[in-house]
């Protein structure tokens, strides 16, 4: 089974942007749509963004509706999150995976932490 | 957006069977057949171990099964084991074509 590691987390200001990665090995991404979740510290998963495998839909969770953007390169690999206007609840692990309904394949997670 | 509800916790000892409930709406536990379920443990990435209300994927022990009654999806694991001690969730299919986890259940063997 293929496997998917997240990159570009860190310590970021309120009001900040960050740009989160995806990228997969032994896996094709273009066959699967791709969803973006995060787990805030102590608590319970939340479903993020999901992006269509041609990207024709996208779909994201009110919270961060015109805050952030799922993109995805079919010929890199890949899948982003670019997180702007970045406020004190978006401190989470940010975990990509494989599908939407059902999550196959996730990666390790990468911890993005809002704080001045 | 929908919010699905789990119980916050349950226990059982090794070798008993346990029942871990998701209660929604018609508006997604209810209405749709795209309910899953994931297996965490402290520090590690979410496991699928249900997809489709009650399809197992390969890989996944045959203790663990699914089923839905109405708006309430019902994990249930048998033969518990120590290593079954984790955080589960469920995520639904929503009908504002979102989706959408339940609050997640502390499972303890005693």
């Known amino acids: 089974e293929g496997q998917l590691v997240e990159s570009g987390g860190g310590l970021v200001q309120p009001g900040g942007s960050l740009r989160l990665s995806c990228a997969a090995s032994?896996?094709?991404?273009?066959?699967?749509?791709l969803t973006w979740v995060r787990q805030a510290p102590g608590k319970g998963l939340e479903w993020v963004a999901s992006i269509k495998q041609d990207g024709s839909e996208i779909y994201y969770v009110d919270s961060v509706k015109g805050r952030f953007t799922i993109s995805r390169d079919n010929v890199d690999n890949s899948l982003s999150l670019q997180m702007n206007s970045l406020r004190g609840d978006d401190t989470a692990v940010y975990y990509c995976a494989t599908g939407a309904s059902s999550l196959s394949v996730w990666g390790q997670g990468t911890t993005v932490t809002v704080s001045s | 957006q929908s919010a699905v509800t789990q119980p916050a916790s349950v226990s059982g000892s090794p070798g008993q069977s346990i029942t871990i409930s998701c209660t929604g709406t018609s508006n997604d536990v209810g209405g749709y057949k795209y309910v899953s379920w994931y297996q965490q443990h402290p520090g590690k990435a979410p496991k699928l171990i249900i997809s489709e209300v009650s399809d197992r994927p390969s890989g996944v022990s045959s203790r663990f099964s699914g089923s839905k009654s109405g708006n309430t999806a019902s994990l249930t694991i048998s033969g518990l084991q120590a290593d079954d001690e984790a955080d589960y969730y469920c995520s639904s299919f929503t009908s504002s074509t979102t989706w959408v986890f339940g609050g997640g259940t502390k499972l303890t063997v005693l």
């Open positions: 032994g896996l094709t991404l273009s066959r699967h749509w």
